[in-house]
C-alpha cells in the first residue's frame, strides 16, 4: 500500500489520501517560490516539506575527532502556504576520546515566508524563521539552558543556474549568559545548477561571540558542497524525491572550535 502511495496511485475521485494532501502542499510552493536546493549549512528560506539523514565528522584543535550521527536535521512540514514546522531529533554524539558520548539537544523551529515569487516572476524569497531548542542533552552534550535562535533568511535567482542566498540570525540561551555567551552567525552562498542532476555551492559561514568563553571571537568557514538529485518518473521535474549530498566546513579564521567537518546527508522530499 505504501509503495502504491509513492509511486502515485489514483484515489477514486472525490478523495485524497493523506500523503497525496501532504504531497500536494509541497507541489503548490513551486508555484510561489524558487526551485533551489535547502543549502547545507545556512537556513533555507524557502518552505519545503523533508526528512534529512545526516551525518557530520570534524575535527577539534587538539585533533580529537568528534563524529555526529544525526547533525541537528530532521523533518519538516508545509502548514498552509506561508508557515512550515521542522522537528530536529536528538543528535547522538561520539567524541572518540575522553569526553562522554551521548544525545543531544531536541529543536523545533517555525518559518514564515514574507515574500516571494517563483523562477517565472522574479526568482526571489524572504522568509522570518525562530529556532528553539530544548537542553535534553546528556553528560555535556548540549546547551546548559534552553535557546532561542531568530533568523531572517533570502534570496535571489541570477540567470536560469545560480542562486545567491543569505542569512542572519543569532542564538540567545534563556539562562547562564556568563557561561554560554549569545552569538550572531551571517552565512551567504552561491548555488549553481549544473548539466543534469547535479548542483554545486559554495558556503560562507561567520559567528561572532559575545559574552561566555569566547567572548569577542569570530570564526569563519568556507564550505563547498555537492548534490545529485535523484528523480522519480512519475513526479514533475520541479519535485525532487531523493537527494545526495555531501561538502566540507574549512576554518578561514585562526580561532575555530572545530575543522575539517565532513557532512554527508540523504533527503526525501514528500
Known sequence: MFAALLGGARPTPGQQSFLGRVRGQ??????????????????DPRLVQYTRWSFSNEYTPLRTETTSYGNARGTGFIIGNRYELDIAQPTYVQHNGASTDGF????????????????DHGNYILTAMVNHTFATGSHSNGALTDTWAPTLAGGVGVGKRFALESALGGVMPTGKIATQGRSIGWN????????GPVR???EDNATVYFAG???GKMQNFVTPAAFYILRLKSWKPTRPFYIFDSGM??????FHTYNHNLISEVRILF
Open 213 to 215: 568563553s569566547h567572548d
Open 188 to 195: 551567504s552562498l552561491v548555488q549553481a545548477r549544473l548539466a
Open 104 to 119: 543531544g539537544d531536541t529543536g523545533t523551529q517555525g518559518k514564515v515566508r514574507i515574500v516571494s515569487g517563483n523562477g
Open 26 to 43: 509541497n507541489t503548490a510552493m513551486t508555484a510561489v517560490q524558487p526551485g533551489w536546493l535547502t543549502p547545507l549549512v545556512e537556513a
Open 249 to 254: 566546513q574549512i576554518a578561514t579564521s585562526g
Open 200 to 202: 554545486v555551492e559554495f
